[in-house]
């Protein structure tokens, strides 16, 4: 049975750093491991990802040059560093394993599989 567990979140002041784990269990046979985040109220939204098979990232561009995205593969984990935080970057954040196509990696119905967040809040 495919699990993904994140951890890493909590609470930080703005202008710090989190580092954000994805651990995956289970044969997950998907190329593709994004985080997404999810702000009480709003729609769960696309952070970053990363494909296996290439190395490929993609990030969003409220992230891009802050957030990076790396992976061990021993530990099967992927890894999301968040610098220079902001209060908008308070969310719960998901990690999720799938197939999405080149120009669909914002969407979250191309992802199969999902963990459970971990929540991030960044003061002021």
């Known amino acids: 049975q495919v699990q993904l567990v994140e951890s890493g979140g909590g609470f930080v002041q703005a202008g710090g750093s989190l580092r954000l784990s994805c651990a995956a269990s289970g044969r997950v046979g998907e190329p593709v491991m994004a985080w997404f985040r999810q702000a009480p109220g709003k729609e769960r939204v696309f952070v970053g990802g990363?494909?296996?098979?290439?190395?490929?990232?993609q990030y969003a561009d409220s992230v891009k040059g802050r957030f990076s995205i790396s992976k061990d593969n021993v530990k099967n984990t992927v890894y999301l560093q968040m610098n220079s935080l902001k209060p908008d970057d308070t969310a719960d954040y998901y990690c999720?394993?799938?197939?999405?196509?080149?120009?669909?990696?914002?969407?979250?119905?191309?992802?199969?599989?999902w963990g459970r967040g971990t929540q991030v809040t960044v003061s002021s």
């Open positions: 990363f494909d296996w098979r290439g190395g490929n990232t």
């Open positions: 999720a394993a799938g197939r999405p196509p080149r120009l669909g990696w914002r969407w979250t119905n191309n992802y199969n599989y």
